[in-house]
């Protein structure tokens, strides 16, 4: 097992939509041991493929931390969603940027796991707000794009700063 970079906001690959997964092989266990491995060394409650610079839909969560086995969620797809509240989200993509977001707090969720094997999940509070988190990121979208217009208006120049950084060192 490896653990991965993960890529940083601007990076112009967080804004892919990533494919589908077709092959569920060495290839596909790999991937997700090491996106298992990059969520526990960093300290996080989710991670997705996308992430880590690998196209494809693939997410890990694990909203309890140590306290559970990481769930793994292959071409996730939400049903439904309900319960809708304020939540407040960070991302390893966009360190030190915290913003309040509206989520629902129950959702109804079908995937596949790491063998290929569909299931479906009724997911609530932290669990089903990290899930839509790292489905977003599949799905080329941030947090940040949630955020409020005067949540964004007051990031805008760090957000910028970043942009910047990012194309002084292309």
Request: with cysteine; hydrophobic share 40%; proline share 5%.
């Amino acid at each position: 097992m490896a653990r991965l970079e993960i890529l940083e906001y601007p990076d112009p690959n967080l804004r892919l939509t990533s494919e589908p997964v077709t092959r569920f092989d060495k290839n596909l266990e790999r991937l997700v041991n090491n996106l298992v491995e990059t969520l526990d060394a960093n300290s996080i409650i989710g991670l997705s493929s996308p992430q880590v610079n690998v196209p494809q839909r693939v997410a890990v969560t694990n909203p309890s931390g140590g306290a559970s086995e990481p769930q793994v969620y292959v071409n996730p797809v939400i049903i439904s969603k309900s319960t809708w509240g304020i939540v407040e989200e960070s991302c390893a993509s966009i360190p030190d940027v915290v913003g309040n977001v509206i989520r629902a707090t129950k959702v109804h969720v079908r995937a596949q796991d790491r063998h290929g094997d569909a299931f479906e999940r009724v997911l609530t509070d932290m669990d089903a707000v990290c899930i839509q988190h790292e489905i977003d990121h599949l799905n080329g979208k941030l947090f940040i794009d949630r955020l409020s217009f005067f949540r964004k208006l007051a990031l805008r120049s760090r957000l910028r700063a970043k942009v910047r950084r990012h194309n002084n060192a292309a």
